[in-house]
């Protein structure tokens, strides 16, 4: 087996990892490697070469390595194992056909280390999402959420590393106890218009009704990184990568993510009509949820990106990141109109 640079791969792990992947006895490999745009915490890499088999076939290969090393993210001090602790285990029994992780061939830790050599996806992802793919999405993780919630899988109950319950609510009181955004949406040199200011200034004053109100939501596994950069339609299904943020949260959180987080500007409001009646609809073919009057959506969205968006506003580099930012803020205070 011949490998281009012996720094970067074991040649005994790729044997195995190919053998798992191609169901064959593999003999001799080589390969290439080229980064992936991956997470900004971790290393991914696209592997690819041609592998021959003890039956004497020639078989192209294509697939992805990712090396993650320890980071502490607040509140969630253990995700940056997460991954590698949900592929370890029987996770992968939780998912259907039509929604599901990447294939892992090969997962290991070696002290505050992980490497997982897994399937490579090829699908429509990031901007180029379609709005149809975007109500599919809603659709498919509805019901994966409401099957799970209403099934209630042992595998889920027994798995110890999954973020909490209070993530999004201390992930936003930690934001609003930052002075620099808190009173900068309240001073008068902020350069904000006055009314996305006080969206935000209402969101805080009323905190506690906003809390009591999401907390009535069912608690649902949450993926809780589900931006479009993380989706791909693939083959008329979906398929998520990076779960390393994964846990338990309020229905909707992810659908919040689906809609706000550097998606689309111009289609935001489009999203949001279109993606949670189709969620809901979703959830409701394994759960009764028509007692549920105020999906909260809306608050999520406030209270997941508000804060993170002056935030990357007011540090912004360039004009047109700016606008950018100040453009989503404008659309989420439009969808108040569709509430």
């Keep these: 087996m011949n490998n281009h640079d012996e720094s970067f791969v074991k040649i005994e792990i790729l044997a195995l990892v190919l053998g798992k992947m191609l169901d064959k006895t593999i003999i001799h490999a080589d390969y290439q490697l080229k980064e992936l745009q991956g997470g900004t915490l971790g290393d991914v890499r696209l592997v690819t070469g041609m592998a021959e088999t003890s039956d004497g076939e020639n078989l192209p290969y294509k697939l992805v390595w990712k090396t993650q090393k320890k980071f502490e993210r607040y ?35 070696n002290g505050d280390e992980i490497q997982l050599w897994m399937q490579y996806i090829d699908g429509v992802s990031g901007l180029h999402l379609t709005l149809e793919m975007f109500e599919r999405i809603a659709e498919e993780l509805g019901r994966f959420q409401g099957k799970l919630y209403t099934e209630r899988p042992n595998i889920l109950q027994n798995l110890s590393n999954l973020s909490k319950v209070e993530f999004t609510k201390n ?16 001073s008068d040199d902020c350069d904000i218009p006055k009314h996305l200011c006080n969206m935000l200034i209402d969101i805080d004053n009323n905190v506690d009704e906003v809390f009591s109100k999401i907390e009535k939501l069912p608690i649902v596994l949450c993926h809780r990184d589900f931006w479009v950069e993380n989706i791909f339609y693939s083959d008329d299904r979906i398929v998520l990568i990076d779960w390393d943020t994964a846990g338990w949260g309020y ?8 809609i706000t987080d550097e998606a689309d500007v111009c289609h935001m409001v489009e999203y949001y009509q279109k993606c949670i009646p189709a969620y809901y609809r979703g959830f409701s073919e394994y759960a009764d949820v028509s007692h549920i009057s105020d999906h909260c959506i809306y608050e999520l969205i406030l209270t997941m990106f508000g804060y993170r ?12 990141d700016k606008a950018n930012h100040l453009n989503t803020l404008e659309k989420i205070y439009e969808m108040r109109m569709c509430k």
Excluded: Q
């Design 75 to 109: 509140g969630d001090l253990d995700s940056w194992r997460r991954e590698y602790d949900l592929y370890a285990s029987d996770f992968k029994t939780v998912f259907c056909d039509s929604f599901r992780a990447p294939e892992c061939y090969h997962a290991e830790i």
């Design 171 to 186: 992930n936003y009181l930690r934001y609003r106890s930052w002075n620099v955004l808190y009173d900068y949406i309240r």
């Design 251 to 258: 229905m909707g959180e992810d659908i919040a993510s689906l």
């Design 309 to 320: 968006l002056v935030e990357w506003y007011k540090f912004a580099e360039s004009p047109e």
